[in-house]
């Protein structure tokens, strides 16, 4: 194990729990940064691989150690518990579930409340968005095996072509949202892989589709996932496949995470801090551009804990507008360019965590 758990324990009072994901990327860094990483590491096959923090991990766990010495240094100011939590394999959405298996709150107790930030290239640094719903999609993989009858590609109606019924599965999966879903929910099924076949004349006798599902309640994972079972095993019967010939839909249980979802009083409170702390200029709220997930919603799901997920601006404004004027564009997360304004992103993080945890924390 690689999770870290700390307790600041300050007299009587809730638990706060603060987390930072700490893991990096296997990217070999290109941003010319003096400091740019030069790090390598064995992955799983062996292979060393240039690794780098192409994600602002490195912002986040700077952070969480900034937020504690600050804590520490105003004790006379707070009571109760600020559990500290730095967390491990993040990129694989699967540290935060694995330490929730291990019995996280059964050995270190559960918080009363719950707090975590991103950096992110996406805002200029000195701003910070908090949205009152979700901040980050929950996901699932899943994988759809294909069943067909093999044949000469010249002959094919002495076969069931399962790059055909592939086909007609990923077309039919395109109206699982915009049909099933309320116009106002967000939702994505995305086909990311589609695989069959060995050579230009044969009619293979198999198929496999893999697939990003994207969603933001368990009421709409429900459905989506039942519609794509919907679509491919009637697709199955309508290419004429026996019952035990139909194709398999499997949810990668190991693999999805839930959505992170704000509690919306919790961030009233914080915004409130926040407006008078720094002014109200200090939000840029607005609209989310995609269906992002990460797995801190495996600490606040079941059981629910009251969460406050929130984005602290990275990219000097001065690069915005470089980039409006036909210079360089932002480097995305997960870039080999990728790089963040490291002082201003860490004070800023630093600043709002603890001047929320103080106000949550605030003697009675």
Avoid at 37 to 59: F, I
Avoid at 65 to 83: I, N, P
Avoid at 220 to 244: K, S
Avoid at 315 to 344: V, Y
Wanted: proline share 7%; aromatic share 6%; hydrophobic share 40%.
């Amino acid at each position: 194990g690689t999770g870290l758990v700390a307790l600041l324990e300050n007299g009587p009072g809730p638990t706060v729990m603060f987390r930072a994901d700490m893991d990096g990327l296997p990217v070999e860094e290109k941003s010319g940064l003096p400091y740019a990483s030069e790090a390598t590491q064995l992955d799983w096959d062996g292979n060393r691989v240039p690794v780098m923090h192409a994600c602002g991990h490195d912002v986040h766990i700077t952070s969480l150690v900034g937020t504690a010495k600050l804590m520490a240094d105003r004790k006379e100011q707070w009571s109760g518990t600020l559990m500290l939590l730095g967390q491990p394999a993040e990129e694989r959405v699967a540290g935060a579930r694995v330490m929730m298996e291990d019995g996280l709150w059964d050995r270190v107790g559960q918080p009363d409340f719950a707090m975590a930030f991103h950096v992110t290239s996406a805002l200029p640094t000195g701003s910070i968005a908090a949205p009152p719903t979700a901040a980050y999609s929950g996901a699932d993989t899943v994988d759809i095996m294909i069943k067909g009858i093999g044949a000469h590609g010249a002959s094919p109606h002495t076969g069931v072509d399962p790059i055909v019924l592939g086909s007609q599965i990923v077309m039919g999966l395109q109206t699982v949202v915009s049909r099933n879903l309320a116009p106002r929910r967000p939702g994505v099924i995305t086909v990311g892989s589609f695989h069959s076949g060995t050579k230009h004349n044969i009619i293979s006798d198999a198929a496999k589709l893999q697939l990003t599902v994207r969603s933001e309640s368990p009421e709409d994972r429900q459905l989506l996932l039942e519609g794509i079972e919907r679509v491919a095993v009637n697709m199955g019967r309508v290419a004429g496949l026996p019952d035990d010939m139909l194709p398999v839909v499997i949810v990668n249980q190991g693999e999805g995470v839930p959505p992170t979802v704000n509690d919306a009083a919790f961030v009233g409170a914080v915004r409130s801090v926040w407006r008078e702390y720094f002014g109200p200029s200090i939000f840029n709220d607005g609209e989310r551009k995609g269906m992002g997930a990460e797995d801190f919603g495996y600490f606040t799901t079941d059981p629910y804990i009251p969460s406050l997920y929130f984005a602290v601006g990275g990219t000097p404004k001065a690069d915005f507008e470089a980039a409006a004027n036909g210079g360089a564009p932002i480097p995305s997360h997960h870039s080999p360019l990728f790089k963040i304004e490291p002082e201003g992103s860490v004070t800023l993080g630093v600043e709002a965590s603890v001047s929320a945890l103080l106000d949550v924390l605030a003697v009675k």
